[in-house]
């Protein structure tokens, strides 16, 4: 199992103690998504790897209010300084990814202007009290937020499915049902020349699309077929896809958290937001589930 995140500069996925899963990084297949979802960002950050060295990453967000950015908790923990965010739906098309760089020592402190001119704002990561780290399946909570040193007034933030939303999918019906998942993960393809096994690309650099077929649902996860050859669906989550927003009748129902194979072309593992300790979590940063009726 491997998270979906990404070191900034190499496609990389860090490997859990188990080896049961991986953090997920970006969005395989799938269309971009232009303007599609203006209210999902890319993060950046810095961060210690396991041996304590600090490297910059990415994960995609979601504004859950003009403050709040909901990630995965993996975003988050053990961040080193700010995380910055852009909405822009084209980051790099081709390296230099023009991302703005910081003392590894200090990390980001406020908004950054990149390459391109293109202002990152800047806030605060906060890992969700309950998170396992990857050890505990039945106590998952890999959901984390970012607040924003200000407010972002010119997107209009998603809405947190109803406590419980997911639970109305159980089988049979969980298994027809198609949820949207958006992300700036890494791109699976052919390479232009060398081994043309389909491999995590580092450019470009874009916000996707990708339509998942359900499989299986727990108490804390969300299990999506992510494989683009399946019939029913588009695509799926890879490196750089961590955090990044799964969506059902419009509701934001997870987050992604994990998947399963390197080459991104298997089963998605997502966090689910529509749980309560998911909503106690987030009501302290002033961010409420929507209510049906």
Same mark, same amino acid.
């Given at each position: 199992m491997t998270r979906r995140i990404l070191t900034l500069g190499t496609v990389a996925a860090a490997t859990l103690a188990a080896a049961v899963a991986t953090p997920a990084a970006a969005v395989t297949d799938g269309d971009f998504d232009g303007n599609g979802h203006p209210n999902v960002g890319m993060i950046a950050f810095y961060a210690p790897d396991s041996a304590g060295d600090v490297y910059r990453y990415r994960c995609s967000a979601t504004l859950v209010s003009p403050t709040v950015l909901l990630t995965a908790a993996h975003c988050t923990e053990g961040t080193v300084g700010d995380t910055i965010v852009s909405f822009d739906p084209v980051i790099a098309e081709e390296p230099p990814s023009g991302l703005p760089e910081a003392?590894?020592?200090?990390?980001?402190?406020? *908004?950054?202007? *990149?390459?391109?001119?293109?202002?990152?704002?800047?806030g605060t990561a906060h890992t969700a009290p309950g998170y396992s780290d990857f050890t505990d399946l039945k106590n998952w909570n890999d959901y984390g937020v970012v607040v924003l040193d200000d407010p972002i007034t010119d997107i209009e933030p998603a809405a947190i499915a109803p406590t419980g939303y997911l639970d109305?999918?159980?089988?049979?019906?969980?298994?027809?049902?198609?949820?949207?998942?958006?992300?700036?993960?890494? %791109?699976?393809?052919?390479? %232009?020349?060398g081994p043309q096994k389909p491999t995590p690309m580092s450019y470009p650099i874009i916000r996707r699309v990708a339509q998942e077929p359900g499989q299986k649902l727990t108490p804390q996860i969300l299990q999506v077929n992510g494989n683009g050859n399946d019939n029913r669906g588009t695509g799926g989550t890879c490196f750089g896809d961590s955090g990044g927003p799964t969506f059902k009748d419009g509701y934001l129902v997870a987050v992604t958290s994990y998947g399963y194979t390197s080459n991104?072309?298997?089963?998605?593992?997502?966090?689910?937001? *529509?749980?309560?300790?998911?909503? *106690?979590?987030?009501?302290?940063y002033g961010v409420e589930p929507a209510t049906l009726g």
């Open positions: 003392d590894p020592a200090t990390g980001y402190d406020g *908004d950054q202007v *990149d390459a391109q001119g293109r202002t990152w704002e800047a109305t999918f159980k089988q049979p019906t969980l298994n027809k049902t198609i949820f949207t998942t958006v992300g700036y993960g890494t %791109e699976v393809r052919k390479a %232009e020349s991104c072309r298997y089963l998605d593992g997502l966090q689910r937001v *529509d749980i309560e300790e998911a909503a *106690d979590f987030l009501a302290e």
